[in-house]
């Protein structure tokens, strides 16, 4: 995809920049487990969700919608995927209620992340398997992290508190299906008014090939190209602002962001430089209870212990580097790299280098205590991830590249 076909359209750019412009995960594991192919982002074109009607009085609004409530239609229904009505699936959900088309939506990268088509509505749905190299499911603690965390970057953008560059999608409000024991729900994540207006890039897309064009130039390589000065570009508007983002939130909120390549959007103004970077899919990020109390915020999350940490825990410092090193590391810095070092004449250790200065010398005392004193950075290795236990299988990976 050429950038003068995104500014012809940037709504549905943003969709197939979703699907076809993607590489998948590093870990290997998209092509292993995804969803049906009917229903898979890369080849899909769009499908309709289903709605569970329950009969029962055992769904549970929770938030407060910023849109028209006709879209999520009675209280007494969920959307579910369509994979459930598979016959590996269908045991729980046909005898939880009756089962209807309804929504068309366009598939994102996630999978089961759908966004409803010509809105600015995305639903995150329960998924009844694995999905890369973890399972999926939307219950309780999922959803209400979800909503949690979209209060507390509420609370700060009402006080001014947000960098001026920072964006997020807000996931206001969600269902929940309690069924014995099964709990089914979904999340609204929507686009904001703020960043609707921009040409919006995932994280991926900016490094990722054309699947339909494989000889089209990389997005990030287009960009700089129109850059009057790339390299300052780059560093500045790019690389450095993620690092920025990351310890804006761990140090002024004491939240740890999953910011690797999927859930980070690039807004970029009819000018193509960055106007915001924006956050997505916010049951991932860690409530850093230990930094929390330092700061004099709340810590009584409804779900804790889940996604919860403390300073006491085992791997507490292992867990501040897997978020940095490996997720904005290993999955979004260093594809960014590769991409941009043939074109601006630079070569990865130097740019490492230049990054991890930049680390030092802004927050060279802040990170002191916050990372392993070790110097090494850890991740998992690459195996399918068990979520029913905190327990991580880390693994150092030598010297810390970007610290």
């Given amino acids: 995809m050429l950038l003068n076909e995104i500014e012809k359209s940037p709504t549905s750019a943003f969709d197939y920049l979703e699907r076809q412009i993607n590489d998948g995960s590093k870990s290997g594991f998209t092509d292993v487990h995804n969803t049906s192919t009917q229903t898979n982002p890369f ?22 919608p910023n849109r028209d409530n006709n879209l999520f239609g009675n209280d007494e229904s969920i959307f579910i995927h369509p994979d459930w009505l598979l016959p590996q699936n269908n045991g729980i959900i046909s005898k939880a209620g009756k089962v209807e088309e ?43 992290s979800g ?27 969600g269902r929940l299906l309690r069924d014995g024991q099964n709990e089914i729900g979904y999340i609204i994540r929507e686009l904001p008014e703020t960043i609707k207006d921009y040409y919006l890039v995932p994280g991926f ?25 790339p390299i300052e570009f780059f560093f500045e508007e790019i690389c450095f602002k993620l690092i920025d983002i990351f310890f804006w939130c761990a140090f002024e909120e004491g939240l ?29 990020i860690d409530k850093d209870i230990s930094i929390r109390c330092k700061l004099g915020k709340h810590t009584n999350f409804e779900e804790y212990p889940y996604k919860c940490i403390l300073s006491d825990d085992k791997n507490y410092l292992k867990r501040h580097s897997f978020m940095y090193d490996h997720k904005l590391g290993e ?29 030092r010398e802004v927050y060279g005392n802040t990170i002191k205590n916050f990372f392993p004193p070790d110097g090494c950075w850890y991740k998992y290795p690459n195996i399918e991830i068990d979520r029913s236990t905190n327990e991580r299988p880390f693994i150092s990976m030598g010297s810390a590249l970007y610290r």
Wanted: glycine content about 6%.
């Fill in 43 to 64: 080849y899909s074109d769009g499908y309709h969700i289903m709605k569970l009607v329950s009969k029962k009085n055992n769904i549970e609004c929770f938030g407060i």
């Fill in 102 to 144: 309804s929504l068309w939506v366009i598939p994102t990268s996630s999978s089961r992340t759908v966004h409803v088509d010509g809105s600015g509505v995305y639903i995150k749905l329960h998924y009844p398997g694995v999905i890369g190299r973890l399972n999926h499911k939307l219950g309780f603690q999922e959803l209400i």
């Fill in 147 to 173: 909503i949690e965390i979209t209060s507390i970057l509420e609370e700060a953008h009402h006080n001014n508190k947000l960098p001026a560059y920072f964006g997020y999608m807000p996931e206001s409000y």
């Fill in 205 to 229: 897309s900016l490094f990722s090939s054309d699947r339909n064009v494989p000889d089209a130039p990389q997005l990030l390589k287009q960009i700089l190209e129109r850059s009057n000065s």
């Fill in 256 to 284: 740890i962001p999953e910011m690797h390549s999927q859930n980070v959007v690039f807004a970029f103004n009819k000018e193509w430089k960055v106007e915001k970077i924006v956050l997505r899919d916010f049951e991932s």
């Fill in 331 to 359: 999955y979004l810095l260093d594809p960014l790299i590769g991409c941009a070092a043939p074109l601006l004449h630079i070569n990865t250790i130097d740019t490492r280098r230049k990054l991890k200065n930049y680390v």
